[in-house]
């Protein structure tokens, strides 16, 4: 199984599965001399972590990172700076529970990766889905937490905007109250919480699932990142986006909206600022023109599908070839994209921290 490496000079491989002992990844090309400490690559971990709530996964995961290469200890002993070379880091699988899956070894199920698989590689991994598991994700999360310090000034967002039918007030958007202790859904919009809370318990206590659509913003993404005509910025953002679990969408900027209104409602114009500069007067175009940064914001939104994991029974076959109906036991998230939004950011992250570097080895750039 190949294509496990994501990127060209910040270049990201995972590995491990679901039900394994460990997952992990080995980021290659990070430039040297870059501090960071363990503390601030958990601190983005723990943004996705299982057993959080009641509203996702109940599956025990600490997800303690342990840096294993690639760094040199300074003397405070918490910093640790990049060499240059292969920085691999890993996550331990402490709370496993293959059982829950014997029933669908020999079952597909609905809406899952267990036919293609099967199909592709003459086998599969029933326990958790094994690479197909949005358990490796984590180990993207922990990379995206050391693209972020590639590029400076750069900082990375996501949001929550929707879930199943219910969407924010984009009036009450508020950063800060994203990371608050109430706020158990990443929305940015406070009286949400109780919307959402109502909704979603509704879906659980049914055994269903929703979908989600989560919003990330990137700023402080200098201009002249991205490369026509085969290395958009915002078509290798795409791409991080979509191979993300359960995506079955993506736009950049303003996205399908901009087919619904007209080329002058659509342009981005443009004045000269106090500074000397050309400034924008809006940002429909997400922060990239031609594939290259603007120099403004950089927005993506990503649609998450429900869960496939449900309680209700779904009809499908085996591989005997035999009818079946298929209720998926075990403990699943009643809307996976919850916990997506932290690993939007990373994804986010990576894609513009690849393109800092090849701006800069191209042009001398930045």
């Not at 342990?66 to 760094?71: A, I, P």
């Not at 405070?76 to 059982?99: A, C, F, H, Y």
């Not at 080329?263 to 997400?286: H, K």
């Not at 914001?297 to 079946?324: C, E, H, M, N, Y």
Request: neutral net charge; proline residues 5%; charged residues 25%.
């Amino acid at each position: 199984m190949s294509h496990n490496t994501f990127g060209h000079l910040f270049r990201v491989t995972t590995w491990g599965e679901s039900h394994g002992p460990a997952i992990g990844c080995v980021i290659d090309g990070c430039p040297p001399g870059i501090r960071f400490t363990v503390a601030e690559i958990q601190v983005e971990l723990d943004k996705r972590r299982p057993g959080q709530s009641r509203f996702v996964t109940q599956r025990r995961e600490p997800d303690a990172v342990k840096v294993l290469s690639g760094v040199l200890p300074e003397e405070d002993g918490e910093t640790l700076i990049t060499t240059g070379t292969p920085i691999s880091m890993m996550i331990e699988n402490v709370d496993q529970r293959s059982k829950d899956y014997s029933e669908i070894a020999r079952r597909f199920r609905p809406g899952h990766a267990d036919f293609t698989y099967e199909t592709k590689y003459g086998l599969r991994d029933y326990r958790g889905g094994g690479r197909s598991s949005a358990r490796e994700t984590a180990t993207r999360v922990a990379a995206g937490a050391l693209a972020r310090k590639v590029v400076p000034g750069l900082k990375v967002r996501g949001a929550l905007v929707s879930m199943g039918v219910k969407d924010i007030d984009r009036a009450n958007w508020d950063w800060d109250f994203i990371g608050h202790e109430e706020n158990p859904f990443f929305t940015p919009d406070p009286k949400s919480v109780a919307v959402f809370t109502d909704y979603l318990d509704g879906i659980r206590k049914a055994g269903s699932s929703v979908g989600a659509v989560i919003e990330v913003v990137a700023e402080g993404v200098p201009a002249g990142l991205g490369a026509p005509l085969y290395a958009k910025l915002d078509q290798d953002i795409c791409s991080n986006l979509m191979s993300i679990n359960a995506v079955k969408g993506v736009e950049i900027g303003n996205g399908f909206e901009a087919a619904r209104i007209t080329g002058e409602e659509n342009a981005d114009e443009m004045r000269m600022g106090n500074d000397g500069r050309p400034r924008f007067l809006s940002n429909n175009a997400g922060g990239i023109l031609g594939g290259i940064s603007t120099g403004e914001p950089v927005i993506a939104r990503f649609a998450v599908k429900p869960t496939s994991s449900i309680l209700t029974p779904r009809q499908s076959v085996d591989k005997d070839g035999k009818d079946v109906d298929v209720m998926t036991k075990g403990r699943h998230d009643p809307c996976v994209g919850i916990r997506a939004v932290p690993i939007g950011e990373a994804m986010m992250a990576c894609a513009i921290a690849d393109h800092y570097l090849r701006h800069r080895g191209q042009t001398g750039q930045g």
